[in-house]
């Protein structure tokens, strides 16, 4: 019973750099989502998806592209890094809406 | 992780007493709210949630009441336990039925033995 799975826990890029963070959720939940949390911040909607092949823009989504090419799994990538993008991210999915699960984060630091 | 705490307000509480957590909410017009306890390192984890349509709600040793007149929600946790350790935030549903939230920046909870 994974729940929500995120990978890498951790990662450091140098500014300008691409890269791809891996979300996989196990519960047959339609909706996913994307969000940074960044200090003194509460969670910050990047972007989400109600489906398998639809994706659309949070709060936040500049800098950021997200794909959802099967349902189980929802893709963020970075396509060039830079420092402003630190952050811990979290994935997330949902039954509709209710409350979301969560995995536990990726920490990325951008130099 | 614990650098996204480093700012937060911090509640101390003696091993065994309850616990009190407010969060302020701005949108009159919310009407679903929820409580998430987050460990370091670890993902927000649902405690509770309530509707605008109650005033209080209680599941096992937490109880959230909801003062819909001066938009606040608190959090008690009763008899608290070194693993209740934690952040805690508030979210509120601002689009009925729909995923859009607003979350609240937390409250550490730290639990002395």
Redesign the interface.
Known sequence: NAG?TQTPKFRVLKTGQSMTLLCAQDMNHE?M?WYR?????????IH?S?GEGTTAKGEVPDGYNVSRLKKQNFLLGLESAAPSQTS?Y?C?S?YG?Q???????T?LSIL | GESVGLHLPTLSVQEGDNSIINCAYSNSASDYFIWYKQESGKGPQFIIDIRSNMDKRQGQRVTVLLNKTVKHLSLQIAATQPGDSAVYFCAENRLSGTYKYIFGTGTRLKVLA
């Open positions: 929500v909706y989502y949390q960044d200090p003194g911040m509460g969670l910050r909607l989400y109600v811990v979290f997330a949902s809406v409350p979301q699960h969560f995995g536990d984060g920490r």
